[in-house]
């Protein structure tokens, strides 16, 4: 029987050396080639105006703090891109502005009924492939958001600034949080989806170059809560756009019918559960039997409990006294509308109690007084007594 001498591996390790050492070096490198080499290979170098990147992953129409910024930045002269989606038409002065560009983001709607996680899933891939393209394809100088929402767009644009475009600033507009107004479902704060996307956000806002918050305490939030570095963030204020301001009552099919003698109650809505208009119902409810003036209220918006308002409004059966109309208007219209308003009434009391209602903003541009509930961050907006009034919840 003929024997095999043993020669160990020495062979394969002797013919293999070179291409083992090729792999290696290809491994090493790989992390050179994604942070330094990629973003020159890819990053398109413009020359002329500055150009900015504005997501709004809501109607544009209906989102008039970010066409705010839109309108600031077309006026230092920069290339906007302003994204979203076009339920409505959006405002002249937006449609109008030859530095603007609107780029349409396609809804996602659950058509086919999916469970609600299935249906998450699935609306962030979509979304993804969505933003991804229009960034890659409007390479800009900055890139500012909104927040809420802020998944997948967040995480994109990070991708975007680590491997693609070093140079671009991202800027993102803290209106809320996404955990919170999340736990509206949940009611849960250590509910497993609340406590990752509470992370995604309070991790992922640390690359942004600068934030806005509509607060000064919902700076400090980011600050203590979020370990947000305080020169990073900025206290910005919503102010009224110039086409609110104070008028009179108008022409308006709204107002068919109804006597100029009732006093004219205007709410603005997106019908959320952070928004209770039961309080207001029943308070009118008791108010119909009192000796008072007759009222029109006009509650603008729409949204996922918008039909739940409507039964209740029907289910209480108010006599003539009391008119109650929900409508959607359009941009140009709303304005109008407030001003011709007695009385402005808020029932947001915010999922995170350090954002502000717009529609206050709103209001005060036309020149309306106004209720609001109360709650932890609306001393900053509405002063008890001095420019409305301030109220405790109250549970029937």
């Known amino acids: 029987m003929n024997s095999i001498e043993y020669e160990g591996f020495d062979h394969v390790w002797k013919y293999s050396v070179p291409w083992l050492y090729y792999l290696v070096a290809l491994y090493v490198s790989l992390p050179l080639v994604a942070y330094k080499i990629f973003p020159y290979l890819f990053h398109r170098k413009r020359t002329g105006k500055k150009s900015i990147l504005i997501f709004v992953l809501g109607d544009i129409g209906h989102s008039p703090r970010m066409c705010y910024h839109a309108l600031s930045f077309s006026k230092l002269d920069y290339i906007v891109n302003l994204c ?17 560009d609107i780029v349409p983001i396609k809804i996602v709607k659950n058509s086919g009924g999916l469970p609600y996680l299935l249906f998450a ?4 891939l979509i979304q993804f492939q969505q933003l991804s393209s229009i960034i890659w394809n409007n390479d800009s100088d900055y890139i500012m958001i909104q927040n809420p929402p802020c998944i997948p767009i967040l995480f994109i644009i990070i991708l975007y600034k680590i491997f693609i475009n070093r140079q671009v600033k991202i800027i993102i ?30 991790f992922l806002g640390k690359f942004a170059n600068l934030n806005l918050t509509v607060t000064k305490k919902m700076k400090e ?31 308006h099919e709204i107002f068919e019918d109804i006597p100029k003698d009732y006093k004219i109650l205007i709410s603005s809505t997106s019908f959320t559960p952070d928004e209770d208009f039961n309080i207001l119902l029943n308070a009118l409810k008791q108010y119909e039997k009192e000796n008072t003036p007759p009222i029109f209220l006009i509650v603008t918006g729409k949204g996922p409990l918008r039909q739940k308002f409507i039964e209740t409004v029907e289910s209480l059966k108010f006599s003539k006294k009391i008119i109650i109309k929900n409508v959607w208007l359009s941009s140009e219209d709303y304005p109008k509308i407030l001003a011709s308003g007695d009385l402005g009434v808020s029932l947001h009391t915010s999922s995170s109690g350090i954002d502000l209602p717009m529609k206050i903003v709103d209001f005060f541009g036309c020149g309306l007084p106004v209720i609001s509930l109360k709650f932890s961050a609306i001393d900053e907006l509405v002063k008890d007594k001095v420019n409305g009034l301030v109220v405790e919840p109250v549970e029937y």
Do not use: A, C, M
């Not at 979203?84 to 603007?100: A, H, K, M, Q």
């Not at 899933?121 to 962030?124: G, N, S």
């Open 84 to 100: 979203g989606y076009l339920e409505t038409r959006p405002s002249n002065e937006i449609l109008d502005d030859v530095n603007i």
């Open 121 to 124: 899933i699935r609306k962030v």
């Open 173 to 202: 507009d803290w209106h809320n949080l996404n955990y919170t107004i999340l736990n509206l479902k949940f009611q849960n704060l250590k509910h497993p989806l609340v406590q990752f996307v509470k992370y995604y956000e309070s």
């Open 221 to 251: 939030f980011l600050v203590d809560e979020f370990d947000f570095k305080k020169n990073k963030i900025v206290v910005l204020y919503d102010r009224p756009g110039k086409q609110f301001q104070p008028g009179k009552r108008i022409k």
